[in-house]
């Protein structure tokens, strides 16, 4: 079964720096695109960033969200910096053929279990 588990959240302050890991089995890793996405209370889920040959992140969080891939261990992370407290969302990762539509999250399947990150002072 594929299977993908995000984790690392937890509380900061604005300007602080968290690494969500997303760890994935079940299929062949490196032959998926892997999203993160975000949910905030009384929002629609967005597409934050992707991985798949190339990099992709939304305009809210370029230069302070960096996304990599560990193949060999098959994890995805999310690097994030300078934190602001509209980052405060349940962060997902779930997998597609291609990040083509990670804004929307569309054939992106195989969701996991979110990471809830706060950023408050």
């Known amino acids: 079964d594929v299977q993908l588990q995000a984790s690392g959240g937890g509380l900061v302050q604005p300007g602080g720096s968290l690494r969500l890991s997303c760890a994935a089995s079940?299929?062949?890793?490196?032959?998926?695109?892997i999203g993160w996405f975000r949910q905030a209370p009384g929002k629609e889920r967005e597409g934050v960033s992707c991985?798949?040959?190339?990099?992709y992140s939304a305009a809210s969080v370029r230069g302070r969200f960096t996304i990599s891939r560990d193949n060999a261990n098959n994890t995805v992370y999310l690097q994030m910096r300078n934190l602001k407290t509209e980052d405060t969302a349940v962060y997902y990762c779930?997998?597609?053929?291609?990040?083509?539509?990670?804004?929307?999250?569309?054939?992106?399947?195989?969701w996991g279990q979110g990471t809830l990150v706060t950023v408050s002072s």
């Open positions: 779930a997998i597609s053929r291609f990040c083509s539509q990670y804004r929307s999250g569309r054939f992106f399947g195989s």
């Open positions: 079940g299929f062949t890793f490196d032959d998926y695109a």
């Open positions: 991985i798949h040959r190339f990099t």
